[in-house]
Each structure stands twice: as structure tokens, then as C-alpha cells.
Nanobody, 124 residues
Framework: QVQLVESGGGLVQAGGSLRLSCAASGRTFGRYAVGWFRQAPGKVRAFVASISWTGGATNYADSVKGRFTISRDNAKNTVFLQMNSLKPEDTAVYYC????WGSGLTTERPYDYWGQGTQVTVSS
């Protein structure tokens, strides 16, 4: 089992950057794929980015390609989401989730463990 804690959210102006962190408990974090999802007010939660348990495969939603980068540091039990060129439409609560031996799928169902979320607000 793994517990996830997101951090790094906040208020930023359009065009700015933030780096989100997803810190995990446990010594087996390296066996988990991690996905980032976000939920904007009044909308369903949506896929943002994912990284496989090996770190060799990443996926991105079309809306963030070229602006967001997902990476992992297994020695620190942490996955990062670097968000650049932020837009007001990126405003949402961002969640990270973990999937044991996962390949980094883009749907919620494979992910068994979820964090509590961190708020990202981008002002225009």
C-alpha cells in the first residue's frame, strides 16, 4: 500500500510556472506508475499526465503537451509535474494517483491510490 501527498500548488499569473510534487510513503514506490489528474469547478476529473513504473513511458493530455513535464525520482519517492506557460483554463485541483506495475494509463480506473489534491489557480 502507498500513501500519496501532493504539494506545490498555488496562485500564479498566466504564463507562469509551478512544479507539483507527489510524495509517496513506502519502500516500493518504484513499482508504481503515477498519474496526474485534475478537476476544475463544475467539471469531471480529467487526465493530465502519467509516467510508467519504469519511468520509460510518459503520456500527456493534448491540452498540456509541450507545456507540462512529468518526471520521477524514486530515490526520493517523488513524482513531479512541471507546469509551464500556465493558462487560466489550467485552474483546477490536481491529484496524483498510483498504479502498481502500471504502464501509465490515461484513465482513472487502474489507479488504486489517490492523494488529497492540491489547488492550482491561474489568474488572467
Amino acid at each position: 500500500q502507498v500513501q500519496l501527498v501532493e504539494s506545490g500548488g498555488g496562485l500564479v499569473q498566466a504564463g507562469g510556472s509551478l512544479r507539483l510534487s507527489c510524495a509517496a510513503s513506502g519502500r516500493t514506490f518504484g513499482r508504481y506508475a503515477v498519474g496526474w489528474f485534475r478537476q476544475a469547478p463544475g467539471k469531471v476529473r480529467a487526465f493530465v499526465a502519467s509516467i510508467s513504473w519504469t519511468g520509460g513511458a510518459t503520456n500527456y493530455a493534448d491540452s498540456v503537451k509541450g507545456r507540462f513535464t512529468i518526471s520521477r525520482d524514486n530515490a526520493k519517492n517523488t513524482v513531479f509535474l512541471q507546469m509551464n506557460s500556465l493558462k487560466p483554463e489550467d485552474t483546477a485541483v490536481y491529484y496524483c494517483a498510483a498504479d502498481l506495475w502500471g504502464s501509465g494509463l490515461t484513465t482513472e480506473r487502474p489507479y488504486d491510490y489517490w492523494g488529497q489534491g492540491t489547488q492550482v489557480t491561474v489568474s488572467s
